[in-house]
């Protein structure tokens, strides 16, 4: 069984400022770990993935997560917020070595002010 | 090289219809998923489609179903809808099937159940 959760609903920040969207998974076995991020009336983008490599992970437009494993998290962070960041953010758990089925936390939603 | 396509983009169903969704993968990719999108349940991951067979499959019930053509393009069909099933309807493909392969996700079909 897996399971994920987002820790926040909404994340306000001001531009400039440093992100953080938080996630918890769990997972009976070694987890595959993404974040997505979908703006308004638009279909999901990949940022970043985890596949049991490196466990800081960079992906586009700045952003990077980490995965710790005595913590169960993978949290999103990015240094300096931007206006164009602004987006509904999902965090995603699959089991790894093959079969891809994804449970998805239920979304932060990150605000951005000027 | 062009994306994910899914037609029609909105849809008005009555309850008891049914309705059914196609998705055009990005050339060469053989994998297509599908995904439910909703305000109360968030996304789910329906089913996965690869090199026309059923590869994987999410908890819903039989009315959802669909299915792979030999060029790729997806089909899903709902059966005697239901209020509930008003939802974003996501498609994404990947170039293989499994968690090492980027899923690109179509902008998604619109489908209101009244």
């Known amino acids: 069984a897996q399971s994920v959760t987002q820790l926040d609903s909404h994340v306000s920040v001001s531009e400039g400022t440093p992100v953080l969207l938080r996630c918890n998974y769990s997972s009976s076995y070694s987890p595959s770990l993404f974040w997505y991020v979908q703006h308004p009336n638009k279909g999901l983008q990949l940022l970043l993935k985890y596949t049991s490599a490196a466990t800081l992970v960079k992906g586009i437009n700045g952003f990077e997560a980490e995965f710790k494993k005595s913590e169960t998290s993978f949290h999103l962070t990015k240094p300096s917020a931007h206006m164009s960041d602004a987006a509904e953010y999902f965090c995603v758990v699959s089991l790894s070595g093959g079969s891809y089925i994804p449970t998805f936390g239920r979304g932060t939603s990150l605000i951005v002010h000027p | 090289k062009a994306g994910v396509t899914q037609t029609p983009r909105y849809l008005i169903k009555t309850r008891g219809q049914q309705v059914t969704l196609s998705c055009s993968p990005i050339?060469?990719?053989?994998?297509v998923s599908w995904y439910q999108q909703t305000p109360g349940q968030g996304l789910q991951f329906l089913f996965e489609y690869f090199s026309e067979t059923q590869r994987n499959k999410g908890n819903f019930p039989g009315r959802f179903s669909g299915r792979q053509f030999s060029n790729s393009r997806s089909e899903m069909n709902v059966s005697t809808l239901e209020l509930g099933d008003s939802a974003l309807y996501l498609c994404?493909?990947?170039?293989?099937?499994?968690?090492?392969?980027?899923?690109?996700f179509g902008p998604g079909t619109r489908l209101t159940v009244t």
């Open positions: 994404a493909s990947s170039l293989v099937s499994g968690d090492n392969y980027e899923q690109y």
């Open positions: 050339s060469g990719h053989r994998s």
